[in-house]
């Protein structure tokens, strides 16, 4: 069993909160600053909401499974491709 003192954890905790401060890319909104996270979430619920219309009119909702899984997961499917798109540093 490995036994660290308070003062290395804490020193452990701060090296790592000025290491990770800037990994998230963050997004100006009219002069408010937003983690492109929560864009990404957002973009995601409305795409999945607006899915939906468009499965019940060309008859696939019905073959999809449960949909309390499926929109869900469409909305964080969504997110990610919105995520990797636009905010990748590459």
């Known amino acids: 069993m490995i036994v660290t003192s308070k003062s290395a954890q804490r020193i452990g905790m701060q090296l790592a909160m000025l ?3 800037a990994c998230d890319p963050v997004v100006n909104i009219a002069g408010a600053t937003f983690p ?16 939906r ?3 019940s009119a060309t008859g696939i909702e019905p073959h ?8 869900p ?6 997110s990610c491709l ?4 636009f905010f990748t540093r590459s």
Do not use: E, N
Request: charged content about 0%; aromatic content about 12%; proline content about 5%.
């Open 19 to 21: 290491t990770l401060a």
């Open 36 to 51: 492109a996270w929560l864009l990404c979430a957002i973009v995601g619920a409305v795409l999945a909401a607006t899915f």
């Open 53 to 55: 219309p468009v499965f």
């Open 64 to 71: 999809l499974g449960p949909r309390l899984l499926i929109y």
């Open 73 to 78: 997961c469409l909305a964080v499917l969504v």
């Open 82 to 85: 919105v995520y990797l798109s």
